[in-house]
């Protein structure tokens, strides 16, 4: 096999036209070419080029620090761009609020696996991932602004069965980041926490007659890689940026290398620092109850990650193995910039894999973070008026995960609250009530749980609510609160109760020490 050419990463931008396709690598703060981004940043601010692109991404790609997607927040520089979340490109989110560009948000997982059927040829990724949400095209379509009209999903039968068609489209450049590739351009990633959809993005951009450029630590000698670890055979690859600078290149955005996510080494989990108490804390110990022996957990970011702290602090951590849409497999997954990767993980799939295990319906208990919920029991945390959070894995995750617990405070901005004689005091209610009549976006559709029979339960510091064929019911309330004038006042809608009223929560979530859960 020739060598391939070893290049800069401004000669790497001047590879990029005006109105091209263009699809970077990435999850969250990890495996972002940062080199080849920021060149094409470069390049644009000095001489107006390339103008006009489409940007598809599947994950969040960012650090709210002008990171990842935000290389490309500039006016005329994106045409239209597919996204899976926001929250970490605010910038970007700016531009779409005063439509400057076509914005669409789709579901992660989806997304990623639309990567592999572009590279197939498929006409797009069918799947019931979307339907009665924000996706489904008879709600929104995915679209974020007026100037966004044309509908890129579409409403199909087959056998009988609704589903979604997410349509499929050439891309022209894949930019990816790699650890090493020898000169044949065989890349490996062993120093990524996650490996994304790397593969499919080179193969997907190289069937679409484009061109793969791939940001690396060094360039080897041929035959030098294990082949068990290339995740991009040099077939794939048009070019190979060695990234000079250190800091577009740490294994996490502003993070140091941690060899406990990549498999180097495994850490002592008694290493790790334990919350103290708090309204999350007792978010986590209420959902941890519902842990079982021998499951498949997923974790969302946030709150939910108190659920791994909570489980590991009371020894039963090895009740579940926790898995991370990113990919990883085990150990306990972090966050912050560190979300997407997991310490002493176990197993590393390439994202479209994991989401193929997560539609089927491989997760056994899903813990997701609630932002917005209304009387239907949706949820929304993808849309807050100007700000576009985004949707990520969540559409994928909650809809198909055998039983999903939605966790968060019952109010937002400024709530505080202390725990005193095994009691929940509220010293100061949030500004801003989450449970309210009508969600703003439906993330996650209350409609189709109950059509599908899916257990759903809501899980805030004071009250627990569960989802019913009838309506949301409230079926526990924190002891020392008030459930008139500290729940019911406080809601945009009125549950429905038992007769009696709803339980109290268990006083072990509201003690110090141990909840004795092991």
Do not use: W
Request: hydrophobic share 40%; charged share 25%; net charge negative.
């Amino acid at each position: 096999m020739a060598k391939k050419p070893v290049i800069t990463a401004a000669e790497a931008a001047q590879m990029v036209q005006d109105g091209m396709t263009i699809s970077p690598s990435g999850f969250v703060a990890s495996a972002m070419p940062e080199a080849l981004t920021k060149a094409l940043e470069k390049r644009f601010l000095e001489t107006g080029s390339p103008k006009r692109l489409t940007l598809f991404y599947a994950a969040a790609q960012g650090n709210r620090d002008g990171s990842g997607a935000e290389h490309f927040a500039h006016d005329g520089m994106l045409r239209r761009v597919i996204g899976g979340h926001y929250n970490m490109v605010p910038e970007l989110g700016k531009l779409i609020n005063a439509n400057r560009l076509e914005a669409y948000n789709l579901p992660q997982g989806t997304l990623a696996q639309l990567f592999r059927d572009i590279a197939a040829h498929k006409v797009g990724t069918l799947t019931h991932v979307g339907l009665n949400t924000f996706a489904d095209p008879r709600i929104e379509g995915g679209k974020l602004n007026a100037v966004t009209t044309e509908d890129i999903v579409e409403v199909v039968e087959v056998l009988g069965q609704e589903r979604l068609l997410y349509k499929a489209f050439p891309i022209d450049v894949g930019l990816i980041r790699g650890t090493y590739a020898d000169e044949d351009g065989n890349v490996t990633l062993e120093r990524e926490c996650c490996t994304t959809e790397a593969t499919s993005i080179a193969q997907a951009v190289k069937n679409s007659g484009g061109r793969v450029i791939v940001q690396v630590e060094r360039v080897v000698q041929s035959g030098t890689l294990d082949p068990k670890l290339v995740k991009i055979p040099g077939i794939y690859v048009d070019a190979i940026v060695v990234c000079e600078n250190k800091e577009d290149h740490t294994q996490c955005q502003t993070c140091e290398y941690d060899g406990s996510m990549t498999g180097d080494f495994r850490l002592p989990l008694d290493s790790l620092e334990y919350p103290a108490m708090s309204a999350k804390k007792i978010i986590g110990r209420r959902a941890a109850m519902e842990l079982e022996p021998n499951t498949v957990v997923n974790l969302g970011i946030g709150i939910p990650e108190y659920i791994s702290l909570v489980a590991n602090e009371e020894g039963i951590g090895n009740y579940m193995t926790l898995t991370v849409e990113a990919g990883p497999v085990g150990g306990v997954p972090q966050g912050g910039p560190r979300f997407g990767g997991s310490v002493n993980v176990e197993a590393i799939l390439d994202q479209p894999y994991q989401f193929d295990f997560y539609d089927g319906g491989g997760v056994d208990l899903a813990f997701l973070g609630l932002a917005q919920m209304d009387r239907d029991g949706n949820i929304n945390v993808s849309k807050f008026g100007p700000r576009i959070a985004g949707c990520g894995g969540f559409v994928n995750i909650t809809q198909n995960a055998k039983k999903v617990f939605f966790c968060g405070t019952f109010t937002a901005g400024g709530i505080k609250t202390h725990v005193e004689d095994g009691r929940l005091v509220i010293d100061q209610e949030g500004r801003e009530r989450k449970l309210i009549d009508s969600v703003e976006q439906i993330t996650f559709s209350g409609q189709y749980a109950r059509k599908t029979g899916q257990p759903v339960i809501y899980i805030t510091e004071r009250a627990v609510f569960e989802l019913r064929p009838d309506g949301v019911y409230l079926t526990e309330a924190a002891p020392g609160v008030d459930v008139q004038t500290q729940i019911l006042d406080v809601m945009g809608f009125r549950p429905k109760m038992e007769a009696g009223g709803p339980e109290r929560m268990d006083p072990r979530i509201f003690s110090e020490g141990l909840m004795g859960l092991k």
